[in-house]
């Protein structure tokens, strides 16, 4: 049976031009920071948003991590969105590593309100936590990969500006961003300190993250790396399909988003289902399931039965992630699938 895997775009694999670059790649140690291929996608991912370096790091967690720590001191409070995946999905990192504490705010959609963000701000009180921190995460992941305004972005930084507290953008799938609004990306990125980008996502790198913003920034960000074991050596292999991905592979995100906007319209036709079309903006696709009889458990082992994949968000939310392995037949087949289920 054909397999089509909706669970994340993380699932790609890399291309042949990627298996290519890795066969032929020149490595060095990159601990002596001698490895030529990461030196080169090192300069190609910073030049490409705007920051002066950046630090290839084997995760998008270990890259959001490693800003949490060159950017804040122990003790220090975090401003971050309540759904947002440092906050979610890093394993309590941001406690446990750089002994923060976080302020969440809730967002419309994923998307904080910037006088929320500067009234969470902290005043100098001899009780109160000082914050260090403000991070933007872009596309937002658990909203369904919404896009955050360039305008929200520019308040938030003027924000930062005003209280001399730096911005760090969790941009693990940024270039959807930038795809989805049809702008350059250091449109969306100058308007942090630093940012994340991910190239094992909807770009196809086996393994893989940037840390990118100023030089001083990286070179902390590179000693902390390495204390937590992520000086990596010959890793020119890797970073060779890294390279790919960036010039190769980021026009094609707008595939996934149409492929994503065409199942969420094929969807929404379905009784039993409901989706917030608001938020179909990119690659990610977020439905509720309405019908009595169904779960998001059943759903999805009724789903799973006909070869396609999915992955659980709450009780009655399923989410789908659009990537360069699913095709227009895909989805169409998908939506009689998921017809043939409920109704
Ligand atoms: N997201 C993964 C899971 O961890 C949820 C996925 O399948 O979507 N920031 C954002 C916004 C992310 O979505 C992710 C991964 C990361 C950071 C972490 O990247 P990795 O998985 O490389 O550590």
Do not use: W
């Amino acid at each position: 049976m054909k397999i089509i895997d909706f669970r994340s775009d993380t699932i790609t694999k890399p291309t042949e031009e990627m298996r290519k670059a890795m066969y032929l790649a020149e490595v060095g140690d990159d601990v002596y920071e001698e490895d030529p291929t990461v030196k080169k996608l090192e300069e190609i991912g910073a030049n490409l948003v705007g920051k002066e370096d950046a630090l290839f790091v084997p995760s998008g967690t270990m890259g959001n991590q490693l800003a949490l720590l060159a950017h804040t001191e122990r003790g220090q409070e975090i401003i971050l969105e309540e759904k947002s995946h440092i906050f979610m999905f890093e394993v309590g990192g941001l406690a446990f590593i750089s002994g923060l504490q976080s302020k969440t705010i809730k967002g419309h959609k994923g998307i904080m309100c910037a006088s929320d963000i500067e009234r969470a701000i902290r005043v100098n009180n001899i009780h109160f936590p000082q914050t260090g921190l403000i991070c933007l995460e872009n596309t937002h992941n658990m909203a369904g990969g919404v896009i955050t305004p360039i305008e929200l972005m520019r308040k938030v930084y003027e924000i930062g500006l005003n209280y001399k507290i730096p911005i760090h953008l969790d941009g693990a799938r940024v270039f959807n961003a930038a795809v989805g609004l049809g702008v350059d990306v250091k449109e969306i990125t100058k308007y942090s300190d630093s940012v994340m980008f991910c190239l094992s996502k909807g770009l196809c790198a086996p393994v893989g993250s940037l840390l990118a913003g100023d030089k001083k920034f990286i070179e902390k960000a590179r000693k902390y790396r390495k204390m937590l074991g992520g000086g990596m050596r010959q890793a020119g292999i890797i970073a060779a399909a890294g390279i790919v991905a960036l010039e190769n592979m980021i026009d094609r995100l707008e595939e996934d988003h149409y492929n994503n906007r065409l199942l969420a319209e094929k969807l929404i036709n379905i009784n039993g289902i409901q989706i917030d079309m608001d938020t179909v903006q990119t690659n990610i696709l977020m439905i509720d399931i309405v019908n009595k009889n169904y779960n998001a458990d059943t759903v999805i082992s009724l789903l799973k039965e006909n070869g396609i994949y999915v992955s659980k968000i709450s009780d009655y939310k399923i989410r789908f992630v659009t990537h360069m392995y699913i095709s227009k037949e895909d989805i169409l087949y998908t939506a009689k699938i998921m017809k043939d289920i409920l109704e």
